[in-house]
């Protein structure tokens, strides 16, 4: 698996960007992935989920309703749909690879990372 996230950029409040994830090796459509992001001076945090078959989908309370997530029918790439974006969004997002089919919450469950992309939003 080698993941590639792309789509981020500069917006401004109440903007929308996607992003995507790309396994560049066609490996990954048995895996449930997720989104994490980093803000400045913040932890890592779990953003959403997708699972191998896109039928199971879960996100953090702080984005649901605002993010979707989903992935193509072939399962190799996986979008990030945000929308109604803030401030608070900004952050560097990652994508990441689950060692099974679901996706979680815990970054533990998973064991191989894009490089990020930065998402910045001003207001």
């Known amino acids: 698996v080698q993941l590639q996230a792309s789509g981020g950029g500069s917006v401004q409040t109440g903007g929308s960007l996607t992003l995507s994830c790309a396994d560049s090796r066609r490996t990954f459509s048995n895996n449930g992935v997720g989104w994490f992001r980093q803000g400045p001076g913040k932890d890592r945090e779990f953003v959403a989920g997708i699972s191998w078959r896109g039928g199971s989908k879960n996100y953090a309370d702080s984005v649901k309703g605002q993010f979707t997530i989903s992935r193509d029918s072939a399962g190799n790439t996986v979008y990030l749909q945000m929308n109604s974006l803030i401030p608070e969004d900004t952050a560097v997002y990652y994508c990441?690879?689950?060692?099974?089919?679901?996706?979680?919450?815990?970054?533990?469950?998973?064991?191989?990372w894009g490089q990020g992309t930065l998402v910045t939003v001003s207001s």
């Open positions: 990441a690879a689950a060692r099974g089919p679901y996706a979680s919450p815990d970054r533990q469950a998973y064991n191989y």
